[in-house]
């Protein structure tokens, strides 16, 4: 079965195809980073129309780069929530019309499944059940990842998601949105030993983060010490170890109280050399195993939604012919598709 992949919940244009024997056989990526970061941040509206103009073009290149025409396709599978609602409509819009041309099923996939199984892309890739640290830029969690389709959520931030720390405490340090990964290049110049932050939530019991205080703790800083370049670095430093360690004992917890000794890491925070070097390390001295998507699927992108839409579209699901997203959509409200062995690549 051949399947073409559309994300367009955020700020990326993702498109891919996914073949049942042979895998992700094409995918290409167009970031709106540029278009919005003179703006500090994501304009829904300007979001949605970027995406109107990229999406068609994308499609037809994944298509030639692949070697395949429309008429192969065997279905298609679009994000359809949580997200943006103008953006996922065009990805929705652009699937159903297809869809209908083609006479073949759509579904519309949730984008935080897409991040918690980018990892079967990869040649690395856990059994069922695993544990999944699902870091981005809009959620924290922590969750049991039974099978495809059956996942119990078992932390997750009370306030704000990891990437929003991060790119607020960028933006605070004078980076440019989204920050992330600026963030993260200037901590390697940083001081370890001159600002220590908080590790939030870690003195009590539970698998809940909060990452809004590290933000104040660095807003503090710059305050008390100011913003010149050798400080910026070592509050970036400051940041991110406090990030990182916090995140590691969280997910030591939830494999001591699971027993499932698997870690999955996902979403665009998941791309944080320092936060793999450390549960790399952490996790083999306790006997467990880690997985990483590579890190270009790390951050959003279509060979997710292509791959979960494959899996799904090929145990029989598919939509109604109705158009409908949901930019509010919790996880655990997904369905399952059992024997989850028998979906594999
Ligand atoms: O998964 P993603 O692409 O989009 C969402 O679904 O949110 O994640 C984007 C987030 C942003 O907050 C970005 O700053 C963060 O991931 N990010 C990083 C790194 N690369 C991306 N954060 C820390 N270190 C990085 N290397
Ligand atoms: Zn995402």
Excluded at 56 to 68: D, F, I, M
Excluded at 173 to 182: D, K, R, T
Aim: contains cysteine; charged residues 20%; glycine residues 10%.
């Amino acid at each position: 079965m051949l399947v073409l992949g559309i994300e367009t919940s955020c700020d990326e244009t993702g498109i891919a195809l996914y073949e049942t024997q042979s895998g992700l056989l094409a995918h290409t990526l167009y970031s709106q980073v540029e278009l919005h970061s003179e703006y500090g941040g994501i304009v829904p509206e300007l979001a949605s129309r970027d995406h109107v103009r990229k999406v068609l073009p994308l499609v037809r290149e994944v298509l030639a780069k692949a070697n395949c025409a429309l008429t192969d396709l065997d279905g298609i599978a679009y994000t359809c929530g949580p997200g943006l609602i103008g953006a996922l409509l065009v990805g929705a819009m652009m699937a159903k019309s297809m869809g209908y041309a083609l006479n073949i099923p759509t579904l519309g996939i949730h984008h935080l499944e897409g991040h918690l199984l980018a990892v079967m892309l990869e040649e690395k890739k856990p059994e069922f059940p695993f544990i999944a640290l699902l870091v981005s830029g809009g959620h924290t969690l922590l969750v049991k990842v039974q099978a495809i389709g059956q996942y119990t959520i078992l932390g997750e931030t009370l306030d704000d998601a990891v990437g929003e720390a991060f790119d607020k405490t960028a933006k605070l340090l004078g980076l440019s949105y989204p920050g992330g990964a600026a963030l993260a290049k200037l901590a390697e110049q940083g001081d370890p030993t001159r600002f220590c932050f908080p590790r939030p939530m870690v003195d009590r019991p539970g698998l809940d983060f909060s990452f809004s205080g590290l933000k104040t703790a660095a807003l503090n800083t710059v305050h008390l010490q100011g913003r010149d370049a050798k400080t910026c670095a070592d509050i970036a430093r400051a940041f991110e170890d406090a990030v990182v360690e916090t995140l590691v004992i969280k997910s030591l917890r939830a494999i001591k109280a699971t027993g499932i000794h698997r870690l999955v890491v996902a979403g665009g925070v998941g791309a944080n050399q320092s936060l793999r070097a450390a549960l790399f390390a952490r996790i083999f001295e306790q006997a467990g195993e880690v997985f990483f998507p590579r890190l270009e699927f790390c951050t959003d992108n279509g060979a997710m939604i292509a791959y979960v839409g494959c899996v799904r579209l090929n145990a029989g699901q598919y939509d109604t012919a109705s158009l409908c997203v949901s930019p509010r959509w919790a996880l655990d409200e997904l369905s399952a598709i059992m024997p989850a062995e028998k979906h594999g690549k």
